[in-house]
C-alpha cells in the first residue's frame, strides 16, 4: 500500500545530571569540588533520503526517541553526551504538529536535513559552584529536560506539472507516453492509489518533472473517497494539466467534468484553483465524426476564460508535443521557486511558554526583567547565532514582555537588564 500520511510520537534526549562531589586534598576544605557536567541529550532529526519514496515505515512503528546524556563523575569527568536519532524520509515530507497542523518542517528543496527537537542541556557539576563564601557547594545541576511532540507526516508530491481529472480519462497512459514513469494502466472504473512521477524530456533541452495525481471524484473536497488524500498532492504543483475523456467513453460530459473537478479544488483550497490549468482533451481518436465536435465546445466554453484546450490522444500520440511545448513555455514565464511550506509551529517556544511568570521593574535606570522562564530561555539560547537572535526576538513577542516594557514606559535606547545581559531597546528592531 502507498503510505503518504502517518502520526508518531518523536522525543529528543534528556540532558545529563551534574554530579556532586569533592577530591581529596591536604589543606583544602572537603578535598574541594570536582563534580563534572552533564552530558548534552540527543537531538532528534529529520533527513531526507533520495532512496525512499513512502512513509510506510511509519506505520509499524509509532514512537521514536534520541538517546539521553549520563551524568558527570567525580574529577571533573564529563558525562557522555546523548546519540542524536536521525529519521529517514522522503522528499516532500511535511512534519507537523499533530493537536494544531501547524507546520514544522517541510523536507524538500534545500532543506535536506533538519533539528526537529533538541536535546536537553547538560547540568553543571558543583565544581561551576564553589565561590569565596561557599567553598563547599553540595549542589549541582538537574539536566535541562527533553521535549517530547506528536507529529503528523504528510509526504506531498513534488512535481512541477500535476495531471488531473476524473478516473479513466487517460492520464496514466499520457504519463507513460511523454515521460520515463512506468505506471500500471488498466481499464479501471476505480482510481489509481500512488501518485506516479515522470520526467518530461523535451528536444529543446529543457524538460519538468509530471505527476499523474490520483483520480478526484465529487464530494473529494469533503473528504469523500479518499478525497484528501489525493487533494493534498497537487499542493507543490506550479501547473495543472485537466485531463478529459472528450470522446466520453465513459458516458460523461467532458465539461461538465472539468467544472466538477474545478470545484472540488475551490473547496479544498481556493489558491490551488487559481493556478494555471491546461485542458488536455484525450481520446480524440475515439470520437466519431457525425457527433458534435467536444473539442469545439470545450474550446467554446474555456478559452474566453484564459484556459488553452489541446485535443491529443495518449495512445496516438496525437497533440502531445504541441500540448508539452506549450507547458515547457508557461513554465519558463513563472516563478522557479518551488512550493515550499514555511515553518509555524516551534517546538522549543512551546519549552518556555509554560514556565512560572516574569516581573518587569523600572530599576536604577534601567528596565528590569526577571522570571524562571527568561533564565531558562538565556540558558540555552545563543544570542550571537543569527537563528538564537531570531529566536530571543520572538519570545520576547510571544511571551507579552515587549507590550510590559511598553506599558512601563520604555522608549527607544533606553536599557533592558535579564540576568547580567543589557540590551539597548529599539523597538524598530522587534
Known sequence: MFADRAKISIRSGKGGNGHCSFRRELYVANGGPDGGDGGKGGDLIFEVDEGLNTLVDYRHKRKYAAGDGEEGGKRRCHGKNGKDLVLKVPEGTVVKEAKTQKVIADMSGDNRRQIVLKGGKGGLGNQHFATATMQVPKYAQPGKPAMELEVLLELKVIADVGLIGFPNVGKSTLLSRVTNADPKIANYHFTTLNPNLGVVDLDNGKGFVMADIPGLIEGASEGVGLGHEFL?????????????????????????????????????????????????????????????????????????????????????????????????????????????????????????????????????????????????????????????FVFFQRFLKNTGILDELEAAGIQDGDTVRMYGLQFEYLKSEL
Open 232 to 388: 493534498r498532492h497537487i499542493e507543490r504543483t506550479k501547473l495543472m494539466i485537466h485531463v478529459v475523456d472528450a470522446a466520453g467513453t465513459e458516458g460523461r460530459d467532458p465539461v461538465d467534468d472539468i467544472h466538477k473537478i474545478n470545484q472540488e479544488l475551490r473547496a479544498y483550497n481556493q489558491e490551488l484553483a487559481d493556478r494555471p490549468q491546461v485542458i488536455a482533451a484525450n481520446k480524440t481518436d475515439l470520437i466519431y465524426s457525425g457527433d458534435e465536435d467536444p473539442v469545439k465546445r470545450l474550446r467554446a466554453e474555456f478559452e474566453q476564460k484564459g484556459i488553452p484546450v489541446f485535443p491529443i490522444s495518449g495512445v496516438s500520440g496525437q497533440g502531445l508535443k504541441e500540448l508539452l511545448y506549450y507547458v515547457s513555455e508557461k513554465l519558463e514565464q513563472m516563478d522557479h521557486k518551488p512550493v515550499v511550506f514555511e515553518q509555524e509551529y516551534f517546538p522549543e517556544d512551546e519549552l518556555i511558554y509554560e514556565e512560572l511568570p516574569y516581573s518587569v521593574e523600572f530599576v536604577d535606570g534601567m528596565y528590569v526583567v526577571e522570571g524562571p522562564k527568561i533564565e531558562k530561555m538565556l540558558g540555552y539560547t545563543n544570542l550571537d547565532a543569527e537563528k538564537g
